[in-house]
């Protein structure tokens, strides 16, 4: 097979946030398999502040803000540009930010894109949610490919955006069956020396992430409170955290992921309270330390987690169901070394590069 020329692309207005991480990521476990054919296009904000951006070659960066409309513009006019000296034979974008779609507009190669949230989330801002609404409709119609992290976004799409048929998404859809692009193994053997001290637990649960209301960090508080006995909590966000229920440690800043991998090392699960979740590497990273998940049965985490093998499901938006398995905590057990072994075969960074530089490269 010839190889071709791919660009992947993610422009964001912040240069440290899951996304981020995510991405640079992918590029990583790309660049690692195609080095000399495979190029970066992402916002000069990262590449500055970001010391994980050296993990990867062949950048390009365009100066993107995203609250300001002219320079917006500006921003996709000089990544046109870009586009059209390197002369891709395939863009991949990742997330239907709107100036991916405007840069899809003015460029019209091929393209894919890789779309995190078919379905919008709930509590969001009205306007926001209709602008990112538009930006995916004009991106599903513009693309050769869209990629979703799991089988059961799907239907999401399906539902959201119910005026196209079936068979229309079926001829563009490709689910990556092994999941997220993620790549820890340069924190492999850290991970490996935490596991090896046998050291008591620190927390019985962890949450890492943000405030957002489709995350159900109230509906946890909520369990939580209801407890006879409080469980040793640690609730990892840079929102503040305004609760009075007992047993709850607030870490109120952005992690490195060593430092994240170190607070789930030092927690028995992991919990994932979500009301509505899409594509989310969270259970891949919790897995990766070894640890068991607790997590609504909504979005990808149908699809990710599998009772008794890698964590527990329940019921989402149930605070009874959620408040059972967090009474009943000390009956489940886990082997985390077989967590671990679970992810590294299900979440296969070299299987999900394999299979997507040969879809773009077709």
Known sequence: ????????????????????????????????????????????????????VNLVSNVHTVDYH??????????????????????????????????????????????????????????????????????????????????????????????????????????????????????????????????SAAAEKQFDICYFGNMHKYKGVELLLEALGKLPQPLRTVIVTRQELKTEVAGISHIQCYLSMKELVEIIHSSRFVVMPYLDATGTHTVQIANFCGAPVIAADTGCFTNFVTNGINGIKFVAGDCNALLAV????????????AIRQYNREYFSMEKSALKLYADLNS
Request: one cysteine or more; a positive charge.
């Open 326 to 337: 967090l009474t009943d905590l000390n009956k489940f057990t886990f082997e985390r070394e």
């Open 1 to 52: 097979m010839e190889n071709k020329k791919i660009v992947l692309l993610c422009l964001t207005d912040t240069a440290f946030s899951g996304l981020v991480d995510h991405f640079i990521s992918m590029a990583y476990g790309m660049q690692k398999e195609y080095k000399e054919n495979c190029f970066v296009l992402l916002s000069e904000k990262v590449q500055k502040v970001n010391p994980d």
């Open 66 to 195: 995203k609250s300001n409309l002219i320079a917006s513009l500006k921003s996709a006019v000089h990544a046109v540009k870009i586009l059209n000296k390197i002369q891709p034979n395939h863009i991949f974008v990742y997330g239907e930010n709107p100036i991916h779609t405007l840069i899809l507009l003015f460029y019209r190669g091929r393209a894919s894109v890789n779309l995190l949230d078919p379905k919008s989330h709930s509590g969001g801002n009205k306007l926001f949610q209709f602008l990112y609404f538009f930006s995916k409709l004009l991106l599903i119609v513009r693309v050769n490919y869209i990629y979703l992290a799991c089988d059961n976004l799907k239907y999401q799409l399906y539902n959201s955006f119910s005026f196209f048929s079936r068979d229309y998404f079926d001829k563009k859809i490709r689910v990556m069956d092994y999941g997220n692009f993620i790549q820890l193994e340069l924190l492999e053997k850290y991970v490996d020396e935490l596991n």
